[in-house]
């Protein structure tokens, strides 16, 4: 399996809090995505990076934000949680888009 | 309409039974296609990627078809545990990195 680490798995946090996702890559692979799956939606990109400090918005990007200062690292953040970001946030990898990616083991994250 | 769409099913079909679906997709300069599976509350894992040619993995068989836009996943001999969700996946030209998913087909393999 692709060394993807996603951290925390679980969170339950209050509405209103900022929440950062982190997703940790050993691969050195140049593209990394945040996804969320809701029931009936399937996978929603948020945010995709396509290199160090390189990123941009993808379907469902309102209320988050994302970093990436080194290629192992890209930090999702919720600015200001809501109920409806409850969800199931996935991260991906892959070093070409022509690849398939490989995904994390994902983080369930709560909004109360 | 959708850019790559499936039959959300579910398919219940009888163990040892060979099931089939497809998955379309709307914009013919597409490049790549792969079927992930993902049980249930887990992560998508890659199954096979799909070759213009077509290509087989033991019990699995992917199939493109250009002219009519979809990607076909064949069954054989099918187990308990096939039972998953099964996701088509595109890579447009002009997607600027992404992929398109498909929402995906619930199996579910009977005794």
């Known amino acids: 399996d692709a060394g993807i680490t996603q951290s925390p798995r679980h969170k339950v946090t209050e509405t209103g809090t900022p929440v950062t996702l982190r997703c940790h890559q050993t691969?050195?692979?140049?593209?990394m995505y945040w996804y969320r799956q809701d029931p009936g939606h399937g996978l929603r990109l948020i945010h995709y990076?396509?290199?160090?400090?390189?990123?941009d918005k993808g379907e469902v990007s309102d209320g988050y934000s994302v970093s990436r200062s080194k290629t192992e690292d890209f930090l999702l953040t919720l600015e200001s949680a809501t109920s409806s970001q409850t969800s199931v946030y996935f991260c991906?990898?892959?070093?070409?888009?022509?690849?398939?990616?490989?995904f994390g083991d994902g983080t369930r994250l709560s909004i109360l | 309409r959708k850019e790559v769409e499936q039959d959300p099913g579910p398919f219940n079909v009888p163990e040892g039974a060979t099931v089939a679906f497809n998955c379309t997709y709307s914009?013919?300069?597409?490049?790549?296609f792969f079927w992930y599976r993902q049980d249930c509350r887990k992560e998508p894992k890659l199954l096979m990627s799909?070759?213009?040619?077509?290509n087989e993995d033991g019990r699995f068989t992917a199939q493109l078809n250009r002219a009519s836009q979809y990607i076909s996943l064949l069954i054989r001999d099918s187990k308990l545990s096939d039972s998953a969700t099964y996701l088509c996946?595109?890579?447009?030209?002009?997607?600027?990195?992404?992929?398109?998913w498909g929402a995906g087909t619930k199996l579910i393999i009977k005794p």
């Open positions: 991906a990898i892959t070093p070409d888009l022509n690849q398939p990616q490989h």
């Open positions: 691969e050195n692979h140049r593209y």
């Open positions: 990076s396509y290199g160090v400090k390189d990123t």
């Open positions: 914009n013919s300069a597409s490049q790549s």
């Open positions: 799909v070759y213009s040619s077509g």
């Open positions: 996946v595109v890579n447009f030209r002009d997607s600027n990195y992404q992929l398109i």
